[in-house]
């Protein structure tokens, strides 16, 4: 069974920074797509960043710049490093990945199939 497990959540300053990883177990796939989501109190869950199997990258506009994904493909692990927080960024970030059958690097939660538990980041001025 595929399990996503994350880690690296925490609390840090307004302006700082973070690096979270997500450890795919089970996941063992030539062609695939992976992603981070966030979820904030009273908010939808929205796609902050994606990568595929190929290397493409996307990112949602309001990390742009601040965020960047990267994988290590040698340990099944996906990685989120987060700089510049802002309260805004405040969320449970949660990473997601599917099999890349007709997709590739997107922020469309309902292509996933395979979601972690999820991780808290606060970001507190």
């Known amino acids: 069974a595929v399990q996503m497990v994350e880690s690296g959540g925490g609390s840090v300053q307004v302006g700082g920074s973070m690096n979270l990883s997500c450890e795919a177990s089970?996941?063992?796939?030539?062609?695939?797509?992976m992603g981070w989501f966030r979820q904030a109190p009273g908010k939808e869950r929205e796609g902050v960043a994606s990568i595929d199997s190929d290397g493409t990258t996307i990112y949602g506009n309001s990390v742009k710049g601040r965020f960047t994904i990267s994988q290590d493909s040698a340990k099944n692990t996906l990685y989120l490093q987060m700089n510049s927080l802002n309260p805004e960024d405040t969320a449970m970030y949660y990473c997601?990945?599917?099999?890349?059958?007709?997709?590739?690097?997107?922020?469309?939660?309902?292509?996933?199939?395979?979601w972690g538990q999820g991780t808290q980041v606060t970001v507190s001025s």
């Open positions: 089970g996941f063992i796939y030539s062609s695939y797509y």
């Open positions: 997601a990945a599917d099999i890349g059958i007709g997709y590739g690097a997107n922020l469309e939660q309902e292509n996933f199939s395979y």
